[in-house]
DNA sequence: TTGAAAATAGGTGATTTCACCTATCTAACT
DNA sequence: AGTTAGATAGGTGAAATCACCTATTTTCAA
């Protein structure tokens, strides 16, 4: 089964020629293209696509504010995120919020084709720039990496949204007790006596966004 | 008693020509001067004013930033922001941060010399331009002002850092008692149903910096 | 100087969080 | 095939929070 691509990209040229060079991997069918995220979130909600290929620096909405309202309607399409700067800190966020791939826009098409390729199988794709990324902020944080699971991310969301356990476990339909495991893994992973260590923690990864 | 007035200021010629303005009011005896926040927090630390007023606008440590730093060395200085702009969401957050007063750049000398009268004999000093800001806040949040005092405003912060009640109690020589009243008292007038949301308000208003 | 607001502190009871366990099932990687 | 990580769920007990009270003292503004 081949996958559908949208990519979006202010530089119109090259958002186009990208396209042009993706319609030809043997893994993909269907390509669109935006010049903005607004756009690009406007052509997923008419039909969603199986991967969406976002530049981080755009004007109006960026990579990331656009990736967050993609996984929000939809949680089954993988993000890659295309970057000019290799910057640490943003690696980290971005992978924090839930992003399966970052590619920085020098690197040869190739590894575009193949980070499609395993972000669509696995969850995520990790490459140099990633792994140096996070291999240096284990330890030198902050902008730390704490290794944060879907579920998890999902359950420390709704608690920044104030809702008890109880009510996330609701919500999710799932048993309290299942959610407060996930809490108390956060609490671990992420180094924290309590709520508000949970809540500044999210915020700091651009988990939640206040 | 006269009082002794420190100011900040990146513009030498501005801060040294309001200085010897200032030196003329009949209630200043002492009156120092510095071009950053950080030169202003040195002469703080080396004799304590009274009254300190502060350009919000400057390189390396804004106003408020500054004015944090004072606040936590000691809390019986009063604090005088000046700003160029009336900016709304500027004034709430420097009040919510503890601020006594704010005046415009663009008014007229008395009115700094009734500001460091007042707010060295009371608290805090209201002119058009807060009382504005406070009004036109209190509805159309966001940025909303939420009246919350000194003491409230301590407990705030620390809980933000993750104490309990019990510690917060113990570092402020109280009965756990009396904080978890503040806390109650917070929950209630910033609207909030537990610590998520205290942290989340103590954020947005300046009051923790993350 | 009187009244309002803030700060203090106590009471009570329900609910929630915290901090450990164990255990099963599944998906994914080697 | 075996290992690891994630997601699920249960148990237990202590600690903390939440949500109402009442009440006294201090402080400040009108």
Redesign the interface.
């Known amino acids: 089964m081949k996958l559908s691509v949208y990519l979006a990209d202010d530089h119109t040229i090259f958002v186009k020629t990208l396209a042009n060079a993706v319609a030809t991997f043997p893994n993909v069918s269907n390509v669109k293209t935006a010049n903005s995220g607004r756009q690009l979130f406007k052509l997923v909600k008419e039909t969603s696509p199986d991967v969406v290929v976002l530049d981080y620096e755009m004007p109006g909405w960026n990579g990331l504010q656009t990736a967050d309202r993609i996984m929000q309607y939809n949680d089954r399409i993988k993000l890659i995120l295309l970057s000019m700067h290799g910057n640490e800190e943003l690696i980290i966020t971005a992978i924090n919020q839930g992003i399966h791939a970052f590619l920085l826009k020098n690197t040869e098409p190739e590894e575009l084709q193949t980070a499609i390729d395993k972000v669509y199988l696995n969850d995520f794709y990790h490459n140099k720039v990633t792994t140096r990324a996070l291999k240096k902020s284990a330890k030198e944080g902050p902008g730390k990496y704490y290794n944060i699971s879907k579920r998890e991310r999902e359950v420390l969301l709704l608690?920044?949204?104030?809702l008890?356990m109880r009510e996330i476990a609701g919500k999710l339909f799932l048993s309290e007790k299942t959610i407060q495991n996930h809490r108390q893994n956060l609490l671990k992973k992420m180094e924290?006596?309590?709520?508000?260590?949970?809540?500044?923690r999210a915020?700091?990864l651009g988990i939640y966004i206040?």
Chains 1, 2 share one sequence.
């Open positions: 608690i920044c949204e104030e008890t924290v006596r309590n709520t508000a260590g949970l809540v500044k915020i700091e206040l």
